[in-house]
């Protein structure tokens, strides 16, 4: 496990506990939530080593990267992502009616084939090998690993998205400055 010192946001190194938790799903640890003094940002500390962090994804349980529809909550789950990927598409075409969309964190990739499907040249970063194998596979999407998005154009997207994953990156402000890179003046 990675201690961390300072907080991801604002690198203060004043923090409290705020609650402890466990993955009931994948690896039943308990882990650690706390609150920064400074900002009140709620971070896992200590959380697991960034080259580690995959293995707390590895799950049929876990549906966005298994999309998996055995059970009654999975089944709910493929119906209600269906009817918020549509809600998802309303919102960005009322900024954008078609473009260039980078999505991170791309899961088995229904986000971006509904885009595609509406004419976007789409491009998803996606580290799970498996989910990004399956988007490939399955909608013929141009997903790449997590390390080639240090490689991506500067100002090429109009629209980039990161549906439930800006949780889970380890570099938070490295990752921030990712998207301000990437995204086009207007965009």
């Avoid at 004043?14 to 709620?42: A, H």
């Avoid at 349980?61 to 119906?79: A, D, L, M, P």
Wanted: charged residues 30%.
């Amino acid at each position: 496990m990675e201690i961390l010192s300072n907080c991801p946001v604002c690198n203060s190194i004043e923090y409290s506990p705020f609650l402890v938790c466990t993955d009931n799903t994948v690896s039943r640890e308990t882990f650690d939530i706390v609150q920064c003094v400074s900002c009140g940002f709620k971070f896992t500390n200590p959380r697991p080593e960034e080259n580690k962090t995959g293995k707390y994804y590895k799950s049929e349980e876990y549906v966005s990267h298994s999309n998996t529809k055995k059970g009654f909550v999975n089944s709910v789950y493929q119906i209600v992502r269906k009817y918020t990927l549509l809600k998802k598409l309303q919102l960005i075409s009322g900024y954008y009616k078609t473009g260039k969309i980078l999505d991170i964190g791309s899961g088995t990739g229904e986000f971006l084939k509904l885009f595609k499907d509406a004419n976007w040249k789409t491009l998803g970063i996606e580290p799970s090998p498996d989910a990004r194998k399956m988007a490939i596979e399955n909608y013929n999407l141009d997903i790449k690993e997590e390390a080639e998005i240090k490689k991506l154009e500067p100002e090429s997207f109009d629209v980039i998205t990161m549906w439930h994953v800006l949780e889970h990156v380890p570099k938070l402000n490295e990752r921030i400055e990712d998207l301000k890179r990437l995204i086009k003046p207007n965009g």
